[in-house]
Nanobody, 123 residues
Framework: VHVVESGGGLVQVGGSLRLSCAASGTTANIADMGWYRQAPGKERELVALEVVSSGTTNYAEAVQGRFAISRDGAKNTMYLQMNSLKPEDTAIYYC?????????????????WGQGTQVTVSS
């Protein structure tokens, strides 16, 4: 599975950006898709995630009410709409695609990451 993010850039405080994540390759068994971010000197953290089978979404508390994920299943593309951006949202944003196949002893779970896209929020 090949994962490519796009849409990052420089934005002022209070502005908006929309990130895109496109998955290609063997995408038939995508279990979840999500966004993570890593700020300088910090560990990578979850921003938002969607479980494909149930549509269940999970957001980090820091972005609740400001960010929203959506997914186009036909295109294997996920979007992250980011509104009311703050300087602390500055980070490299990564898309992760989780793929699962098999059951029981044959169950295999793999995660695929994109190269990341920089989001910078200036004050």
């Amino acid at each position: 599975v090949h994962v490519v993010e796009s849409g990052g850039g420089l934005v002022q405080v209070g502005g908006s950006l929309r990130l895109s994540c496109a998955a290609s390759g063997t995408t038939a068994n995508i279990a979840d898709m999500g966004w993570y971010r890593q700020a300088p000197g910090k560990e990578r953290e979850l921003v938002a995630l969607e479980v494909v089978s149930s549509g269940t979404t999970n957001y980090a508390e820091a972005v609740q009410g400001r960010f929203a994920i959506s997914r186009d299943g036909a295109k294997n593309t996920m979007y992250l709409q980011m509104n009311s951006l703050k300087p602390e949202d500055t980070a490299i944003y990564y898309c992760k695609v989780g793929v699962a196949s098999g059951v029981g002893r044959t169950y295999v779970r793999s995660n695929y990451w994109g190269q990341g896209t920089q989001v910078t929020v200036s004050s």
